[in-house]
């Protein structure tokens, strides 16, 4: 099935996109074949772009659907075996790839930032029903009580009643050393202290801090918020995360729909 797959790859990148179109049968053959995923989402995204280049708009769509079917199939198929399979980081980055694409190829600004986007979130996709999204993970120190969940309208929400901080953390993405970014992120919060949330922005190498947003003042609604920053010298073989902190002791909740990271020109 690797081999399969590996060929339908090399025929696709020579135009022949019906006979690409067979991976699918080698993932119908092994569902349980992570890699086999991150094929076809590779095969769909591909299609999808070139689709919108030629301003296919229809193909494209149902290209870049197609990628963001993928964690709906995997999530029908971990509700019958015992050992769960998951999204990497590597099929996840193609779903949001295409789920930015899919929202906004109308857009020409949003398009015009495409290709200097480094991070698009994609809240709802969960398929190991941990209420969050894939590839995604929760900083639950001692003290902290931090749950989380995705609601019926793919928003990502979580709470904080312990004495002690507590947050979420993205799946990881690459920076480039000494360059100029802008983090967006909509959200909403409903809390006694309105400003009991922080955003940092982590390297797992070299100057740990890249952002640092500090009891940010949130409302009621949902509001993009925006912050520039620059990164460290030292990032070279290291990747970053976003870290949403909840400061704790509270009943209140942070509801977050969109975050995106962009190189700025």
């Not at 990497?88 to 790839?97: G, K, L």
């Not at 857009?107 to 991070?119: P, Y």
């Not at 922080?198 to 100057?207: A, E, L, W």
């Not at 409302?219 to 976003?242: A, H, P, R």
Request: aromatic share 10%.
């Amino acid at each position: 099935m690797q081999l399969y797959a590996h060929a339908a790859s090399i025929v696709m990148s020579r135009g022949k996109i019906d006979e690409g179109l067979k991976i699918g049968k080698a993932i119908e053959v092994q569902p349980l074949r992570v890699q086999n995923y991150q094929q076809k989402a590779d095969v769909y995204f591909q299609i999808g772009v070139n689709n919108l280049n030629a301003k296919k708009y229809d193909e494209a769509e149902k290209a870049f659907k197609e990628v963001l079917n993928i964690p709906v199939v995997m999530k029908e198929i971990n509700k019958k075996i015992l050992k769960p399979i998951s999204l990497t980081s590597e099929v996840m980055e193609y779903i949001e790839r295409s789920d930015y694409l899919l929202k906004n190829y109308r857009d020409t600004e949003a398009i015009k930032k495409f290709n200097r986007l480094v991070f698009h979130s994609s809240i709802n996709i969960e398929v190991n029903n941990d209420g969050l999204p894939d590839t995604w993970h929760m900083w639950n120190p001692k003290g902290s009580e931090v749950k989380s969940k995705i609601t019926d309208q793919g928003i990502l929400r979580f709470e904080n009643s312990g004495l002690n901080r507590g947050g979420l953390i993205t799946r990881k993405f690459t920076l480039q050393s000494e360059k100029k970014y802008i983090l967006e992120i909509k959200l909403k919060a409903e809390l006694n202290n309105q400003k009991d949330f922080d955003i940092y922005v982590f390297s797992t190498k070299g100057t740990t801090t890249q952002l640092k947003v500090q009891s940010l003042a949130l409302e009621n609604i949902y509001k993009m918020c925006t912050f520039n920053f620059i990164t460290t010298k030292d990032l070279d073989n290291s990747q970053q995360y976003v870290r949403l902190d909840h400061k704790g002791q509270e009943a209140g909740y942070i509801e977050i729909s969109e975050i995106n990271i962009y190189l700025q020109e």
